[in-house]
Each structure stands twice: as structure tokens, then as C-alpha cells.
């Protein structure tokens, strides 16, 4: 047996740190708690002392452990258990405060925001304190770039077996590194990252947010999360240059952070526009917008610059994966709503913070179609999937198609279960697909103007199940759950 192996010192030595560098972000809202003076801190303060009690029992036992690389199980095994861990821990400033009524309710809006996906429980977004708030959306800012990532970049004792981590949580991203080693990888783009949420920030605070808002929403935008500060979400600012200015952001966002250092780092523009995967991306989220904008103008009625900016707005945060919302879309037209349907299966850039199955990924499934359609014209063909310049391996369409198999048997048998628990069909599937492809709203009972509070606690911890799953992109949290991860 493998189990001996595979929960060696090492994995609660890793684990141990990262709930250690959670303790030190739970400080934050803490402390400006403490600073601010208008809510009570001890939800943090119970949160805080829990999460590094546990952190310090973790680095104890792992203390005496062997110097070494990590094995591939390992690194499996701790990037499910880091995400599992973080969730859980997460929740508990949520839990022990008084706005989340159970722990069901906690670990879901957790979990919602560590995986960037942005559907919350909360009716009242605007009842909630300050503190919670900024918990919140530095929840989808830590997630979206990835907690591993982040433990990359801080902790050199990761500097061994790094790579592994780094493959198991971002397995579309890890054929491409802009430095040769995993560290200097990881800080280059927390160094992006950190810099695209400060500009935003000041744009959002000039356009007439405050700085709180601002630094709240830029959180949740780089993240592609959606959590927001009103109720209504960016439509309670009615302000339409705060409306721009997340729509580019957003886009951004869903754009893979490899083509971002390309352009501001190494200043190579032409190297980003002759990337396949980013043209396919804009062209996508233009000719969505296009069709919904002449749907709305024409049928809804709304001016040519109201019809493209709702349509611009709901499509890349759709598309993105972000969620925010700057109209109830659940009262459009059903073709809108069937488009915008369709683009939560697709999702951002490889690389990106955007969830979904990724617009490569999209056009590699429609690249193996067109090939068996050759195939049953010639027979004895040999026909190569080619993208851009490059011929796609065997292994890697073999993958694509388990993943999407993946996708779908976890996307059925969660609606089922949603299903089980009193909810209709439309809600039941558009929620399972808003938690498993990190989207946030979705239609039905849960559509953009609703919330998850009316759910059965089974399914919130469901639809939570999905959320990770989705984040980690299926393989990774469902291959603990094969004999063969465990057997010699």
C-alpha cells in the first residue's frame, strides 16, 4: 500500500505552511477591523487562533521530516488537501459571525470565494460588515492566481518538488514557464497580478468609487470571483465608466498571464496577437456581444449604447467567468440567455485566472470533430490536429476527451443530486454549472439577481464538492478517489 508513502512528513510539513500563510492573511481583515473600530473582531480573532493552532500541529509533526522531493502522489494529494484545508479554515470568520447561519452556509460562501466562483448565500450583500467584505474578496484575489502559486512564491522550502505542485494545480498552464525555474515563474506573476489590481483600483476610486469599494472589486475582478460590495452588484453604482472599466479588466483577467508578462514584461506585442488561443478569445466575446446587443436592441428595446454595453458587460464577465452582473439577464430574450448558457462552458485563456473548460481546450474538441468528419470521408487518412503552428499530441486529445467525460459525469450526477433535494431542473443544472465552471450566477432560483441561501445543505456541500473540482479542473481531486492512487 501506498498510504504510508503518500501522507509522509512532508505533506503535513507543506500543508502546515499553508495554513500558516493563511493565519497571516486573516490578519488583515483583522487588523483593519481593529484600526477601523466598526465591527466586532472576534470572528477573526476565533478564526485566526484556530487556523494557527492547527498550523503549528501540522509543522510539529512534519517538523523531522526527510529533505527530498515530492512524489507526484504526494504533490496530488496536497494540492486537493491545501484547497480542502484553505476552504474549511476559511470559513470560520463567516461561521462565527452572525451574517452565516450554519456552517454549511460558511464553508459554501468560502469556498464560492477561494475558487473565484462568486455565487454566495447572502440576500443582503449590503448588511454585511466591512471586515467580511474585504474577507471576501481577498478570498477570490488569493484563489485566483492559485494558493499553491502563492506558496510557491513565498516559501523556498517548496523550491524541491515545486513543479509538481505547480502541474497538479494548474495542468493547463504548466507546459509553458517564462523562467526556468518554478519559483521565479510563480513571483513574476504575482508581481503582474499585484500590479494589474493596483491599477484597476485607482481607476475604479477615479471613476467614483471609494477606495474601500475599489480595492474590494479590483480583488474580486482580477480574480474573475464576482463578489461585490452592493447587493446589486455593478449595477448598484449606475455609473456606466465603472461599468468599462471592469469589462476591460475582466477581459484581462480571462487573458493567460503567460501573454500578459510577454506584453509588459518582455515588451513583445507581436509575440500576444499571434497567439491563437487570445485571438479566438476576443473573437468570441465579440460576436457574442454583437448578436445579444441586436437581440436586446431590437426585441427590449434599449438604445444602441445601452444594447452593447449590457451585452459587452454580461458577456465577458460570463466568459471571464467573473459573474459580476450590471443586469437582471434572467429577463432577456431566451436566445441571450441560451448564448450566455454556452459561454459558461467555455470560460477564459489557459493560464488565466478564468475558470471553465478554457477556450483552447474548446478549440481543440472542435478541431477533433472536424477530424473524425475526414475520417469517415477517408478512411485510410492519417489526419494530424494542428493549432496555430503546432501538431496537438495524441496524449493530450486522449486527455481532452477524459476531462470532458470528466466534466459531464461530475456536471450529471451533482444535477441529480441538486435535483433530489426539491429544486427544479433549470436551477438545478445552471447552478451545478455556475459552481463547476467557477461562474457564480446562474438561472432559475439562482439566477443573477437571486442568491444559494433557499438550497438544502446537501446541496450547497454539492455544489461546494464542484466548486473545487472545477477549480482543480476534475483530475486532480477525483483521482484520490480511485483504488489505483492508493494501491502500489
Known sequence: MMIAAVTSRSVYWVLGNFLA????????????????????PSAFIKASA??????????????????????????????????????????????????????????????????????????????????????????????????????????????????????????????????????????????????????????????????????????????????????ESIAGFHNIVIEYITILFMFLAGVSFIQHFRLWVEHNPRAVMRDHELKTYALIALAATLVIAWVLHEKVGLSAEASIRSALFQVVSILSTTG??????????????????????????????????????????????QREFHRMVEPQGVFRIRIAQGVIAEPAVSGLINLVFLALLVLSASSLVVSATGVDI?????????????????????GPVSNYAELHPLAKWVLSFCMIAGRLEFYTLLVLMTRAFWSR
Not at 440567455?337 to 471553465?356: E, K, R, V
Not at 433549470?426 to 439562482?446: D, E, H, K, M, R
Open 324 to 369: 459580476f452582473v450590471s443586469a437582471d439577464y434572467a429577463t432577456w430574450p431566451a436566445i441571450t440567455q441560451l448564448i450566455l448558457l454556452l459561454l459558461m462552458f467555455i470560460g477564459g485563456c489557459t493560464g488565466s485566472t478564468a475558470g471553465g473548460l478554457k477556450v483552447f481546450r474548446t478549440m481543440l474538441i472542435l478541431k477533433v470533430i
Open 50 to 231: 484556530i487556523t494557527m493552532t492547527a498550523a503549528a500541529i501540522l509543522l510539529g509533526i512534519g517538523f523531522r521530516r526527510e529533505r527530498r522531493d515530492l512524489f507526484n502522489r504526494e504533490s496530488l494529494l496536497l494540492v486537493a488537501l491545501i484547497w480542502i484545508c484553505v476552504c474549511l479554515f476559511g470559513s470560520l470568520p463567516f461561521y462565527f459571525s452572525s451574517s452565516y447561519p450554519t456552517f454549511s452556509d460558511a464553508v459554501f460562501e468560502a469556498t464560492s470565494g477561494f475558487t473565484t466562483t462568486g455565487a454566495t448565500v447572502i440576500a443582503d450583500v449590503d448588511g454585511l460588515s466591512r471586515p467580511l467584505h474585504l474577507w471576501r474578496s481577498l478570498s477570490h484575489w488569493l484563489g485566483g492566481m492559485g494558493i499553491v502559486l502563492l506558496g510557491l512564491a513565498i516559501l523556498p522550502l517548496l523550491s524541491h518538488g515545486g513543479g509538481e505542485l505547480y502541474r497538479a494545480e494548474f495542468s493547463g498552464a504548466s507546459s509553458e514557464r517564462m523562467r526556468p525555474r518554478i519559483m521565479e515563474t510563480a513571483r513574476a506573476l504575482w508581481r503582474l497580478y499585484v500590479l494589474l489590481t493596483l491599477v484597476q483600483t485607482l481607476l475604479l476610486m477615479a471613476a467614483g468609487m471609494s477606495a474601500f469599494e475599489a480595492i474590494c472589486h479590483a480583488f474580486s475582478t482580477l480574480g474573475t470571483g464576482g463578489f461585490s460590495t452592493r447587493t
Open 426 to 446: 433549470v436551477t438545478s443544472v445552471s447552478s451545478v454549472i455556475a459552481c463547476q465552471f467557477n461562474i457564480g450566477p446562474g438561472l432559475g432560483a439562482v
Open 21 to 40: 500563510i493563511l493565519t497571516v492573511c486573516l490578519l488583515l481583515p483583522l487588523g483593519y477591523t481593529l484600526v477601523n473600530g466598526q465591527a466586532d
